[in-house]
């Protein structure tokens, strides 16, 4: 679908930044509650999953759970109570029972870039719960995805073993979202390398891992580090890399697949103007372009339309004050019942938690509620469905009914 055709779901939000780096606090311009209607991006998602999301019940709160350094990043084991938390300066903490572990889980400190948009970027374990990946970047500024067993609730630090490593040119973009999806194979979401505007093209050259979603099967394959599922779309094209899953991507800050019907949804940040959500229904085979750079948001930004880029099913304008969208998940919890099967994110500057319904890949329905969290830089979700959402302040909050 070519976007400079397309109509797509458009709320008025955020600010004057160009989304590299996140800017200070939130400020005080607030985004409007709209119900849009997207573009169409694929097939159908599967029907009849449960109640229909009806966001104008929603009342949200924000019930605090732990006060951390910087929490980036969070995930769930397998048979494990616990939240598992990053903290952008290189610690993983465990939270049980409302309380802070006080011994880090694992502590790579010493070897994490922490400036910027660098530092512990992602984790996730296997879906056995016998593996722990995380994603940071070096002293270096280069992109690694490490894999650690786990020795009972504890990591075995003599296990580590990099599985990937890409080398940044810039201090910027780094991504560094990690998920395994339904099919059991690990996801990693690269931006695009840096600097301003995708210099070097990198978004829409096949020929490097930048500015793409990587999918990968973690596990040693005899002498490599990790295997290529051989149905990932580039596995047979001369000159791509084969573990690419996506393409034309600017700084995928944050992903998700819905628990429930296997959707996968990016919050891809913006350059100067727009902002923007990205869906790919589970019917996929991969191969989608998402347009950096040619396209910002549906927005023409540099060169030729490739045709074939795929356009948002959301996105937003910096007009009004935001600056850097904060990919979320798919509600899928019990305790908040208008807004089971809604998509939740939220902006970084304006720290406002926000939630979208789509029906066969167009947008019904958006609202924007007073749930504030300032510097609203991610967002996890428990074995349970219900999510919470980390402040780079140091909060970690628990969505509830309000």
Excluded at 150 to 163: E, K, L, Y
Excluded at 221 to 247: H, K, L
Excluded at 377 to 400: D, I, K, T
């Amino acid at each position: 679908m070519r976007r400079g055709l397309a109509a797509v779901a458009v709320i008025s939000v955020v600010a004057a930044a160009c989304g590299s780096s996140p800017p200070g606090p939130a400020g005080t311009a607030q985004p409007a509650s709209s119900s849009p209607t997207g573009p169409a991006t694929g097939s159908a998602a599967p029907t009849g999953l449960g109640p229909t999301p009806d966001l104008g019940s929603v009342q949200l709160r924000l019930v605090q759970v732990a006060q951390l350094d910087e929490p980036l990043a969070m995930a769930v084991r397998s048979g494990d109570d616990a939240l598992y938390v990053a903290e952008k300066g290189g610690r993983i903490v465990a939270i049980r029972g409302g309380s802070v572990d006080p011994a880090p889980v694992l502590d790579l400190s010493g070897e994490v870039s922490n400036g910027g948009e660098q530092g512990l970027l992602g984790l996730a374990f296997s879906p056995d719960g016998r593996f722990l990946y995380v994603s940071f970047t070096d002293s270096g500024g280069d992109s690694h995805v490490t894999e650690f067993a786990m020795r009972g609730d504890g990591v075995d630090v003599g296990s580590r073993r990099d599985v990937l490593v890409v080398d940044q040119p810039y201090s910027n973009h780094n991504g560094g979202n990690l998920a395994f999806g339904p099919d059991g194979d690990l996801y990693f979401g690269l931006g695009d390398g840096g600097s301003e505007g995708d210099p070097d093209g990198r978004g829409q050259d096949l020929g490097t891992l930048l500015g793409k979603m990587l999918r990968i099967d973690p596990r040693a394959d005899g002498d490599r580090p990790y295997g290529i599922p051989g149905d990932n779309p580039f596995v047979e094209r001369a000159g791509a890399r084969p573990e690419i899953w996506a393409y034309g991507l600017r700084n995928p800050w944050r992903f998700s697949f819905d628990r429930q019907t296997g959707d996968l949804w990016i919050g891809d940040v913006g350059q100067n103007a727009w902002e923007e959500v990205d869906f790919q229904p589970a019917s996929s085979s991969g191969g989608e372009n998402y347009g950096w750079n040619r396209f910002e948001g549906s927005h023409p930004y540099q060169g030729s339309d490739p045709g074939d880029a795929v356009p948002p099913i959301f996105e937003y304008s910096h007009d009004t004050g935001g600056c850097v969208v904060t990919g979320g998940y798919v509600y899928r919890g019990k305790a908040i019942a208008g807004l089971q099967g809604a998509y939740v994110f939220a902006d970084y500057c304006l720290g406002r938690v926000s939630a979208l319904v789509q029906r066969d890949g167009h947008v019904v329905d958006q609202r924007t509620f007073s749930a504030e969290v300032p510097q609203l830089a991610s967002f996890g979700q428990h074995g349970n469905g219900e999510l919470f959402a980390l402040s780079l302040e140091g909060p970690v909050y628990r969505l509830a009914a309000g």
